[in-house]
């Protein structure tokens, strides 16, 4: 029998650790505060498993009414939150404790950290579930309130500078995603016999072939200006490489992990609608535009970067231009691909960002012509960050090449073989700047001032699950999993069921024809 109580419960637990993490501002007392913060993880990751199971078994599920709708497509957004978000919360415990010893965070921004965390899991679990389009659009706005604090945890110049510039750009980029919900909600009003359901996605979806044409045309302009904003998709990228450089290191794997993925979930919500209204190749020419540029200016970046995490930073916009990229494809497999680089890319940034939080703890610079020799400072944070950095290039046996080779597949499909060259040549330019990363940092001399030995056992634990999961993705997707792609990648293409062919998900994994 189906329970709801999962999904409340999924919705709550963060928002009551968050409140409880606040309501400990007055005792100053980090073991509580601590103690919530696991108790929050843990549920929210039993609960995101259960809700997920649910949708496996019953299919979308509805709650409040019609506020919350989650199908498969959400669905693959709430493991992304309750695995790849408690993972990266599980290594703030040293990462910050660490912060706390050195003076770097007093015990208010303790309490603090733990409160915004919690609050931005929140944010980005209304923002995937709800079915109002406006409360959409707020959720998405919400996240950029509650992890702007997190940006500035440090309190300094730069860490503060970063935190107003992404709050101000973001807030005007997801201003014009405003703008396109407006004119969605509008026309949907006029279409629908019963107006009141015209501010829930689910219902315009059934009729959404009958959408205003030119209405469509110019709200999906307004809604990929604005929520591409928070994806970082170019131009409107620069609020990125600042704050996911600026912010604590585990603030940093949820902003690039899971945050950017939100908000490309809102705008496949309106890929969908503007689809049914006005054909697919409008919506794909869009996001193969703007993810192919977003994929050449970062790689043209990330060949120049010194800052460890910038250039990780930037590997972000790559990555969301990819996705971009992918989804522009169109057909089966390029859904298919975008919503598994999805995954892929979330496992792969969460692990390097760890990784740069215990290098940053030991040498104290992110300056990689200052930082050498990790592989006798740190030698299991030297490898797991030398996997993670070629596993994120694209190099087999890890999970990153057989999404890279769907979207390949996807290209040669779709019969744009001269954009995939293009994409390759980017991608190769990306590589070599990851390997020059590699090189620099893990290989040379040991500084004479830096102590040998690794930061935190609890940290290398985390990193180890993730080069697992990368590496398990890599050799075989796990059949719930896969279930959930190839139904995501039916809602994205307003089929029940989808065929790919002869194409393999993995040389010894057949999709399913």
């Known amino acids: 029998m189906l329970e709801l109580g999962w999904i409340y419960g999924l919705l709550l637990a963060p928002l009551c650790v968050s409140l409880g993490c606040f309501a400990t501002l007055k005792a100053e007392n980090r073991k509580i505060c601590t103690a919530l913060h696991i108790t929050g993880l843990a549920l929210m990751f039993i609960f995101a498993l259960k809700v997920i199971a649910d949708v496996l078994t019953y299919g979308a599920l509805t709650a409040l009414g019609q506020w919350i709708y989650i199908d498969s497509l959400a669905a693959i957004f709430i493991g992304l939150i309750g695995i790849v978000g408690v993972l990266a919360g599980i290594y703030s415990i040293g990462y910050i404790n660490t912060e706390a010893a050195r003076g770097h965070i007093d015990t208010k921004g303790y309490t603090l950290y733990y409160g915004f965390l919690h609050l931005f899991f929140f944010t980005m679990l209304v923002s995937v579930t709800t079915n109002n389009l406006i409360l959409m659009w707020v959720g998405i706005e919400a996240t950029t309130l509650s992890s702007a604090f997190l940006v500035g945890t440090y309190k300094q110049r730069t860490s503060l500078e970063a935190a107003w510039k992404y709050i101000i ?47 469509m045309h110019l709200a999906f302009v307004f809604i990929l200006i604005g929520f591409g904003t928070k994806c970082g998709l170019f131009p409107m990228h620069t609020w ?102 999805t995954i892929n890319h979330s496992l792969a940034k969460t692990l390097l960002f760890c990784v740069s939080g215990n290098i940053l703890l030991k040498y104290n610079t992110r300056d990689m012509n200052r930082i050498s020799g990790l592989w006798r400072v740190a030698p299991v944070s030297a490898v797991l960050f030398a996997a993670g950095a070629l596993a994120l290039g694209g190099i087999p046996p890890f999970n990153v090449f057989v999404s890279e080779f769907s979207i390949v597949a996807a290209g040669i499909y779709a019969e744009k073989g001269w954009l995939v060259v293009l994409c390759l040549i980017l991608l190769t330019i990306v590589l070599a700047g990851l390997a020059m990363m590699v090189l620099k940092i893990v290989l040379g001399k040991r500084p004479e001032q830096i102590e040998a030995g690794e930061t935190d056992s609890m940290s290398l634990i985390v ?24 139904n995501a990648a039916g ?3 307003g089929q029940e069921n989808i065929a790919f062919g002869e194409m393999l998900a993995l040389p010894w994994q057949s999709l399913g024809k």
């Open 169 to 215: 750009i973001c807030s005007v980029g997801v201003a014009f995603g405003l703008y396109g919900t407006i004119l969605t909600f509008s026309d949907a009003n006029s279409l629908l016999s019963d107006p009141t359901q015209a501010i829930f996605w689910s219902a315009i979806n059934q009729q959404a072939g009958g959408l205003n044409a030119t209405l």
């Open 463 to 486: 990193m180890a699950i993730l080069l697992l999961l990368m590496l398990g993705m890599g050799l075989y997707i796990a059949e719930p999993v896969l279930q959930l792609l190839t």
């Open 491 to 493: 809602i994205l293409l």
């Open 240 to 341: 990125l490489p600042d704050a996911h450089s600026e912010a604590p290191s585990p603030v940093s794997a949820i902003l690039s992990a899971v945050l950017l993925n939100c908000a490309m979930l809102v705008v496949l919500r309106y890929y969908i609608l503007v689809s049914k209204a006005v054909g697919p190749a409008y919506p794909q020419t869009l996001l193969l535009v703007f993810g192919l540029l977003s994929v050449a200016v970062a790689a043209l970046f990330i060949i120049i970067q010194s800052d460890i995490k910038r250039l990780l930073a930037y590997s972000s916009i790559e990555n969301m231009g990819l996705i971009s990229f992918a989804f522009g494809l169109g057909g089966p497999l390029g859904m298919f691909a975008g919503l598994l680089h």
